[in-house]
């Protein structure tokens, strides 16, 4: 299982699979520079962390790039998306301008080592709400990590999915809108894009029957 850009594995806290699934846990890495490719970055994973032969891959977000990539040089049984893309046809308008611009690179990320010191701006109850999600489930703050990611994100060109896999899309994703999601997909009702957390009990309810499948 493959967590979010910047996340740790206890995102999956709340998601349980039947004993007969081993669960292991990717946690990521820094990169050697701003400038490591995506493919060489996926290969340190595979060297580091993969220890199972034909596994199947969880991943969300960005981990649901990075487990796709990783598909591309070992042999996978099965690749499980969530709230995630399969290729950049699935951009929306509003991530298409940002990497045609490079607006991305004015993003100060330095402020996500000072979030503790946001939080005394924060006028809202929604807005104290995401500081504390992001204070309990983002593990990595570290500003080149977040440009590296980032940069790999929006320039990402995928490789066509030549395995088994299921797509889940939440209908109230604002990062990656449904409606530009190409089929196939499974959409989760009322799911967000923190939906491995928030609906987990919707998971645990239908994820193993359709491992099964």
């Known amino acids: 299982m493959m967590p979010g850009m910047a996340a740790g594995p206890n995102i999956f806290e709340f998601l349980k699979l039947p004993d007969t699934y081993e669960i292991h846990y990717l946690h990521w890495l820094q990169p050697l520079s701003v400038n490591e490719s995506l493919q060489q970055y996926c290969k340190r994973l595979i060297e580091e962390q993969i220890y199972h032969e034909n ?42 301008a940002i990497r045609q611009t490079h607006l991305y690179k004015l993003l100060p990320l330095q402020l996500f080592n000072h979030i503790t010191f946001l939080e005394k701006f924060a006028v809202s109850k929604r807005i104290k709400h995401r500081i504390e999600l992001y204070k309990r489930y983002m593990d990595v703050k570290n500003p080149e990590y977040l440009k590296w990611s980032i940069k790999k994100i929006l320039n990402w060109k995928a490789t066509p999915i030549n395995l088994p896999f299921v797509h889940f899309v939440g209908d109230k994703d604002l990062v990656f809108p449904p409606r530009y999601i190409h089929n196939p997909k499974i959409i989760v009702p009322k799911g967000r894009h923190d939906m491995i957390i928030f609906k987990a009990n919707w998971f645990n309810k239908y994820l193993p029957e359709i491992l099964v499948k």
């Open 55 to 96: 596994p199947i891959l969880l991943g969300v977000s960005f981990g649901g790039i990075i487990i796709q990539e990783m598909a591309q040089q070992i042999d996978v049984r099965q690749l499980i998306l969530i709230s995630t893309i399969k290729n950049e046809k699935e951009w929306s308008p509003f991530h298409k």
